[in-house]
């Protein structure tokens, strides 16, 4: 069965440093989005992706935070200048054109030092 | 504005028993309600959803009530086992169909 796929699993960086997170969607998918879990709370939504450009975003994304489909495959999120409290896991999740079922990706752990 | 509260956000139960969680929704027009479970540091995975034409659906031990009505919906497990152990989060789509918002989350203990 196809899955949604996340690069790096664990990103470790000093604060004030670039990061950027990669998708890779299942195949077929058109919808895009971000979500965020700080540990042991809630999943929040970031950001939704769709024909290239942002559908919608929650106040979490702010001037620091960019998403793009670079080469038509990678989905990627890019947070320009890192702080403490982005520290959190970073879920992708997509869905095609005929369902609302959004599938997600294993996730990658950002830690900010 | 958008909001979906969950309830308990503990829940421990003897194994073969049921557990029954609970969450409503604000935004009236919403249609879709995925319930997702994860296990400790892995994605959340979809284990059911319903829509807003039906009131319940089931698969196997698992079912999903809906009362449009009153705004909420519910998780049914029957016959619990420990690997139902997990953290279960509702979610409903909120005033967009560009996203979902999720509840708070319910920790399940199956006791062996």
């Known amino acids: 069965e196809p899955e949604v796929t996340q690069t790096p699993s664990h990103q470790v960086t000093q604060m004030g440093q670039e990061v950027i997170l990669r998708c890779v969607p299942i195949?077929?998918?058109?919808?895009f989005y971000w979500y965020r879990q700080i540990l042991g709370q809630k999943v929040e939504f970031l950001v939704s992706f769709y024909n290239n450009e942002i559908s919608e975003k929650s106040e979490i994304f702010d001037d620091q935070f960019s998403v793009e489909r670079p080469d038509g495959s990678n989905f990627t999120l890019k947070i320009r200048s890192t702080k403490l409290e982005d520290s959190a896991m970073y879920f992708c999740?997509?869905?095609?054109?005929?369902?609302?079922?959004?599938?997600f990706g294993p996730g990658t752990r950002l830690t900010v030092l | 504005g958008e909001n979906v509260e969950q309830h308990p956000s503990t829940l421990s139960v003897q194994e073969g028993d049921s557990a029954v969680i609970k969450c409503t929704y604000s935004?009236?027009?919403?249609?879709?309600f995925p319930w997702y479970k994860q296990e400790l540091g892995k994605r959340p995975q979809l284990i059911i959803d319903i829509r807003s034409n039906v009131g319940e659906k089931k698969d196997q031990r698992i079912a999903v009530t809906l009362n449009k009505t009153a705004k909420h919906f519910s998780l049914h497990i029957t016959e619990t086992q420990p690997e139902d152990s997990a953290v279960y989060f509702c979610a409903a789509p909120g005033d967009s169909s560009y996203k979902l918002i999720f509840g708070s989350g319910t920790r399940l203990l199956v006791r062996p």
């Open positions: 935004d009236s027009a919403s249609n879709y």
């Open positions: 999740a997509t869905t095609s054109a005929d369902t609302d079922t959004q599938y």
């Open positions: 195949s077929n998918h058109l919808y």
